[in-house]
């Protein structure tokens, strides 16, 4: 049992390169997320979907675009990567609204832009 | 902007004592849950308490909730060493269901 996987787990990009995180879920959850984790700032919500093929912003949504194709898979992308968007994202799945749900969440990315 | 703010930001204790973590919020709130993360993982959820409850427990952890004073309470009883971690709550901003936001955490760190 997965749960919730994340890949890559580390990555190191350059300013202006792009990539793609994907997380993936084995739990048939409805509700997806992707989150950033920064020193001192907890957790910031960039993206959510509430079903397949759909998408919805977060609190921090800038420079970052999703896609959500199959209610499996979550996919987070950079088009042009910069310094500060180096953080740990984290990526988490809901079978309902996840205020009233407990959330799980993958192992997490840590990405370094230089 | 934080909907959740725990206080203290760090606590350090020996093994075998109570660890009282305390987490206030903003807006009116459906529920309130309380996750736990070791060194470099991920987020795991401990517990979850509804509005409309005071006090819940599971095993060596107690909650509490004043919705009155927009606060909460984690307790751990008896801590030990693998309770070392971060520890956040996180709420539905302004009622909202869909998001789940958290605050900036309690570091605790239980010494053998």
């Known amino acids: 049992n997965a749960g919730v996987t994340q890949t890559p787990k580390f990555r190191v990009l350059k300013t202006g390169q792009s990539m793609t995180l994907l997380c993936a879920q084995d739990m048939n959850h409805e509700y997806m997320y992707w989150y950033r984790q920064d020193p001192g700032m907890g957790l910031r919500l960039i993206h959510y979907s509430v079903g397949e093929g759909t998408t919805a912003k977060g609190e921090v949504p800038d420079g970052y675009n999703v896609s959500r194709l199959k209610k499996q898979n979550f996919l987070l992308g950079l088009e042009s990567a910069a310094p500060s968007q180096t953080s740990v994202y984290f990526c988490?799945?809901?079978?309902?609204?996840?205020?009233?749900?407990?959330?799980?969440f993958g192992q997490g990315t840590r990405l370094t832009v230089v | 902007s934080q909907q959740g703010e725990e206080d203290p930001q760090a606590l350090s204790i020996q093994e075998g004592e109570n660890a009282t973590m305390n987490c206030s919020y903003k807006t009116s709130i459906n529920n309130l849950q309380w996750y736990r993360q070791n060194s470099g993982r991920g987020l795991v959820h401990l517990i979850l308490i509804r509005s409309n409850e005071r006090e819940k427990h599971s095993g060596r952890l107690r909650v509490t909730l004043d919705t009155s004073k927009k606060s909460s309470s984690l307790l751990i009883t008896a801590s030990r060493a693998a309770d070392t971690a971060s520890y956040f709550c996180a709420t539905g901003g302004g009622g909202a269901t869909n998001k789940l936001i958290f605050g900036t955490g309690t570091l605790l760190a239980v010494q053998p």
């Open positions: 988490a799945s809901s079978s309902w609204q996840v205020t009233n749900t407990e959330a799980f």
